[in-house]
């Protein structure tokens, strides 16, 4: 799990999501140590990720082109993922001019996580990525409009990869100018609707 940032206005969205996938091999407790360090906070640098796995016995795969945001009929869409217990779980932020939802799949149906109206900024991420991009939003925001938005999501996407390994220098932001149908588009991923 890393970081994908939105922010839902009246007339519009714009989301950014990280590029970076970091996978695991080793023994579970191991791994467990390691991602829990990694999420927490205490690696702070790609070198520092290596030497750490390398002292537990983790093998780790980097990847930093995984596409996490993307717009579909003028919805946004972001995922973060983690690997729990042999299960992948994955979060998703839905989110258009005027409303956004969260919805958490895994093993077993799409549970709704949350939902809201303009105005709002949804952070999803570890611990680490969030903490930076809230305190990120509580500096600059000032009730302003997209653009400023825009800036903030920048900012905290920037602070984000130089604060933690977690999370991949290049990002992509994607915006949408509609206030379209969010259930509709969660109806044809079968994550259900917002409602």
Same mark, same amino acid.
């Given at each position: 799990m890393t970081l994908v940032i939105a922010f839902v206005g009246e #007339? &519009?969205?714009?989301?950014? &999501? =990280?590029?970076? /996938?970091? $996978?695991?091999? %080793? =023994? !579970?407790a191991s791994?467990?140590?390691? /991602? !829990?360090e990694l999420y927490t906070g205490s690696i702070? $640098?790609?070198e520092?990720?290596?030497?750490?796995?390398?002292?537990? &016995?983790?093998?780790?795969? @980097?990847? =930093?082109? *995984?596409? *996490?945001?993307?717009?579909?009929? %003028?919805?946004?869409?972001?995922?973060?993922?983690?690997l729990e217990g042999g299960v992948?779980? *994955?979060? !998703?932020?839905?989110?258009?001019?005027?409303?956004y939802a @969260?919805? =958490?799949t895994g093993d077993g149906a799409p549970v709704p996580r949350g939902r809201g109206g303009a105005g709002n900024f949804v952070v999803l991420g570890n611990e680490k $990525?969030?903490? +930076? #991009?809230?305190?990120? @939003?509580?500096?600059?925001?000032?009730?302003? &409009?997209?653009?400023?938005?825009?800036? +903030?999501?920048?900012?905290?996407?920037?602070?984000?990869?130089?604060?933690t390994p977690s999370v991949s220098r290049r990002f @992509?932001?994607?915006q949408t100018g509609k206030t379209a149908d969010l259930g509709k588009v969660m109806e044809q991923e079968g994550t259900g609707s917002p409602s």
């Open positions: #007339a &519009g969205a714009v989301m950014a &999501g =990280d590029m970076r /996938e970091i $996978t695991f091999l %080793g =023994d !579970r791994m467990e140590r390691l /991602e !829990r702070l $640098t790609d520092d990720l290596g030497k750490r796995a390398g002292a537990l &016995g983790v093998r780790l795969g @980097i990847r =930093d082109d *995984k596409v *996490k945001v993307t717009e579909r009929d %003028g919805v946004l869409v972001g995922e973060v993922t983690s992948l779980r *994955k979060r !998703r932020v839905y989110a258009s001019g005027g409303s @969260i919805v =958490d $990525t969030k903490a +930076i #991009a809230h305190r990120c @939003i509580r500096e600059r925001w000032k009730n302003g &409009g997209l653009r400023d938005a825009v800036e +903030i999501i920048a900012r905290s996407m920037e602070r984000a990869s130089a604060e @992509i932001l994607v």
